[in-house]
């Protein structure tokens, strides 16, 4: 059965500092993985896609099939970055994500 | 930019009571999902739907749950007779394709 893992609950950075927000997961086909993030009060919002390979609000994640991982990296963060970060991986022929328990991040000044 | 929408924002009903939770997906979208997030845990699937047809359903939605498009642009999910632990955030989303989905703001389900 497919499974997303993010380790921490919270992490807690400050303005400036490096982030890595840890994902990996486990699935028998070829994953597709995303990021949602979703900030105080607000809807999930999706952040990345490993497909695209973009940079979105200075956020990257690569795809690690050997370490089974799709890490969210940004090298400083910012105060506007806190918020809840959760890492999915699509399944069941792209009808169904199944979602990590989420990363709380918060960035202090 | 279009959004999902869903209403109510709070559904408060007593247990053993039936709900319908609405959701306008975006007006192209063509894929229509539910999820639920139970208070500290993480969000669950719980069923797409395409073509007027349920694509796939979690074990959580038994018979108790259904799911219906009324008409050219709601996309329903009732929950038969409520139960405490259906007590959760339930999230509407659509997609274009089956590839990123577009979350809606959620119901806040509260069963007394």
């Known amino acids: 059965a497919q499974r997303v893992t993010q380790p921490e609950k919270l992490l807690s950075v400050f303005k400036g500092a490096p982030v890595e927000l840890k994902c990996n997961y486990s699935y028998s086909g070829s994953p597709e993985l995303f990021w949602y993030v979703q900030y105080s009060r607000q809807r999930l919002q999706l952040l990345l896609r490993?497909?695209s390979r973009e940079s979105i609000k200075g956020f990257t994640a690569d795809l690690n099939k050997g370490e089974t991982s799709f890490h969210l990296k940004k090298p400083f963060a910012q105060e506007e970055d806190s918020a809840m970060y959760y890492c999915?991986?699509?399944?069941?022929?792209?009808?169904?994500?199944?979602f990590g328990t989420g990363t709380q991040l918060k960035v202090e000044l | 930019e279009p959004e999902v929408t869903q209403t109510p924002s709070h559904q408060v009903t007593q247990m053993g009571q039936e709900v319908i939770l609405r959701c306008v997906p975006i007006?192209?979208?063509?894929?229509f999902y539910w999820y639920r997030q139970i208070l500290g845990q993480k969000v669950e699937f719980l069923v797409s739907f395409y073509n007027n047809e349920i694509s796939e359903k979690s074990e959580i939605f038994d018979d108790q749950f259904s799911v219906e498009r009324p008409d050219g642009s709601n996309f329903t999910l009732k929950i038969r007779s409520t139960k405490l632990e259906d007590s959760a955030m339930y999230f509407c989303?659509?997609?274009?394709?089956?590839?990123?989905?577009?979350f809606g703001p959620g119901t806040r389900l509260t069963v007394t």
């Open positions: 989303a659509s997609s274009e394709r089956t590839v990123e989905q577009y």
């Open positions: 999915a991986l699509l399944t069941g022929g792209g009808n169904k994500l199944t």
């Open positions: 007006s192209n979208h063509l894929y």
């Open positions: 490993h497909i």
